[in-house]
């Protein structure tokens, strides 16, 4: 520690004269801009270079993106303000969502809207009636199993018997309150144990129940994400 010392200061007697020179020059400009400026226009001036380097360090190094990419998300997001450009971007909205209006009105025509709730209540038949007025809006026939994503039905007879079956048993449950439901927190329990038996999952493998396929893709994506995040990952790719 000693003999570094004379080294540090051997260093700075060599460079003595240019740390006083600049040490001058910036004493000289400091007493030039108090000379020149009241001391608000400085409180303005320091605020105003303040705001501009913490605007460029967040541009920086504040986003996920790279630079190139938020260049052209800026260049983008500010030429949709020309009002060509607005006007197209609202032409090819407008023909879309007419194009899905006029698609999705084909099954339902001359079907008068329900715009309120009745001032008295449909007797049981009469509703029975209007729900079955429902389904006969269904024109496409997903039930021969052609239809990709939509309902997964099985050919067996007994199925929707036991569709009905379990919805009579369970329809008026909430698996949010598992204390007092301890029958479907028991169920819940045994398919998420069942489907990390098939995985090969030991005793610390756990899981929930989602309410379909597109959620529990979704929470499949925020799981790894949220693993990347925890090893410090702050830009994973999916």
């Given at each position: 520690?000693?003999?570094?010392?004379?080294f540090y200061?051997?260093?700075l007697?060599?460079?003595e004269?240019q740390?006083?020179?600049?040490?001058?020059k910036?004493?000289s400009?400091?007493?030039k801009l108090?000379?020149?400026?009241?001391?608000?226009?400085l409180?303005?001036?320091?605020?105003?270079v303040?705001?501009?380097g913490?605007?460029?360090?967040?541009f920086?190094?504040?986003h996920?993106e790279?630079?190139?990419?938020?260049i052209?998300q800026?260049i983008?997001r500010?030429?949709?303000h020309?009002?060509?450009?607005?006007r197209?971007?609202a032409?090819?909205?407008?023909?879309?969502?007419?194009?899905?209006?006029?698609?999705?009105?084909?099954s339902i025509?001359g079907?008068?809207?329900a715009?309120?709730?009745p001032e008295k209540?449909?007797a049981k038949?009469?509703?029975?009636?209007?729900l079955e007025?429902y389904?006969n809006?269904?024109?496409?026939?997903y039930?021969?199993?052609?239809?990709?994503?939509?309902v997964?039905?099985?050919?067996?007879?007994?199925?929707?018997?036991i569709?009905?079956?379990?919805?009579?048993l369970?329809g008026?449950?909430n698996p949010l309150?598992a204390?007092v439901?301890?029958d479907i927190r028991t169920?819940?329990a045994?398919v998420?144990?069942?489907?990390?038996?098939?995985f090969?999952?030991?005793e610390?493998v756990?899981?929930?129940?989602?309410s379909?396929g597109?959620e529990?893709?979704?929470?499949?994506?925020?799981?790894?994400r949220d693993?990347a995040?925890?090893?410090g990952?702050?830009n994973?790719?999916m």
């Amino acid at each position: 520690m000693g003999s570094a010392r004379p080294f540090y200061t051997q260093i700075l007697n060599n460079y003595e004269p240019q740390l006083s020179l600049l040490y001058e020059k910036t004493r000289s400009l400091n007493d030039k801009l108090l000379d020149s400026f009241t001391p608000l226009q400085l409180i303005a001036m320091a605020s105003v270079v303040t705001a501009c380097g913490i605007g460029l360090y967040q541009f920086l190094f504040g986003h996920d993106e790279d630079i190139p990419t938020r260049i052209k998300q800026t260049i983008f997001r500010l030429a949709r303000h020309i009002p060509m450009v607005q006007r197209e971007i609202a032409k090819a909205r407008n023909d879309t969502l007419k194009s899905v209006y006029a698609d999705m009105a084909k099954s339902i025509q001359g079907h008068k809207f329900a715009k309120a709730l009745p001032e008295k209540g449909l007797a049981k038949d009469e509703l029975i009636r209007k729900l079955e007025n429902y389904r006969n809006f269904e024109t496409i026939s997903y039930s021969s199993g052609k239809v990709s994503g939509c309902v997964y039905k099985l050919s067996k007879s007994d199925t929707n018997e036991i569709y009905t079956t379990a919805f009579n048993l369970f329809g008026d449950t909430n698996p949010l309150h598992a204390d007092v439901f301890p029958d479907i927190r028991t169920m819940e329990a045994e398919v998420v144990r069942c489907v990390a038996t098939m995985f090969h999952g030991d005793e610390n493998v756990c899981g929930t129940m989602t309410s379909g396929g597109t959620e529990s893709l979704l929470m499949a994506c925020k799981t790894y994400r949220d693993m990347a995040l925890a090893k410090g990952i702050k830009n994973p790719e999916m």
